[in-house]
């Protein structure tokens, strides 16, 4: 009988699954409301529907033309495209444009393009307020280094442990100036109560250290 190396060493560290679709599947089966934030063209709001088909799904993509593909990404009454960048205060902000639209932020990179347009901001907080959202089961963060002003603008969310799980890229060295890495906002997300419980699409540099991915953290008592 052949075993796959892979499949020896998830045994030998005692993990279930190294596929982040899998593991929110089955650590949030019953995902009711899902937060895509750093939306894009509708890439995850695909997975997220076809994991959760009854799951009300909100994506948030403030850059105009991405906006547009986003809104033609998924065409069911439970999908609400959103032409906003959550942050960490309810105003206006500028996007600088990176090279390729996945890498467009809040936050200035040496790869952008030097071009911005201003777009409106607002928080989580205040955006559930008005929407009458009172828990959020799935909140996927990926914001191109601006990751913790999301995370701050949800602060009376986290309070009151309305938010459930959190899917959320993480760079271990930054590229974006003033950006949180992964220890910045891990201790942040222990501080609100969420526990690890896995990291997904490791990447790493030229120099063989670790780049980035994506973490999936759990209130602690579900975790």
Not at 137 to 153: C, H, M, Q, S, T
């Amino acid at each position: 009988m052949t075993i796959s190396i892979r499949r020896l060493a998830k045994k030998a560290l005692k993990i279930d699954s190294w596929n982040s679709d899998e593991d929110q599947a089955r650590l949030v089966a019953d995902a009711k409301t899902v937060f895509d934030v750093g939306a894009n063209v509708g890439q995850s709001a695909k997975t997220y529907r076809r994991l959760y088909p009854l799951a009300e799904i909100w994506s948030f993509e403030p850059f105009p033309v991405t906006y547009q593909q986003l809104r033609a990404s998924l065409s069911d009454e439970r999908f609400h495209p959103t032409a906003l960048a959550l942050s960490d205060r309810v105003a206006k902000a500028e996007l600088n444009i990176g090279a390729e639209s996945i890498t467009n932020s809040l936050l200035r990179r040496a790869s952008d393009t030097g071009k911005a347009i201003e777009v409106p901001t607002d928080t989580i907080d205040h955006f559930c307020s008005a929407h009458d959202i009172s828990n959020i089961d799935i909140l996927k963060v990926d914001v191109e280094g601006a990751e913790d002003r999301v995370f701050r603008g949800a602060s009376e969310m986290f309070s009151r442990r309305a938010i459930r799980s959190i899917f959320v890229e993480v760079y271990f060295h930054p590229v974006y100036e003033g950006m949180s890495t992964f220890w910045d906002l891990n201790g942040l997300l222990n501080n609100f109560g969420f526990g690890l419980c896995g990291l997904y699409s490791l990447n790493s540099s030229g120099n063989g250290l670790l780049s980035f991915g994506n973490a999936l953290y759990l209130l602690r008592s579900n975790c």
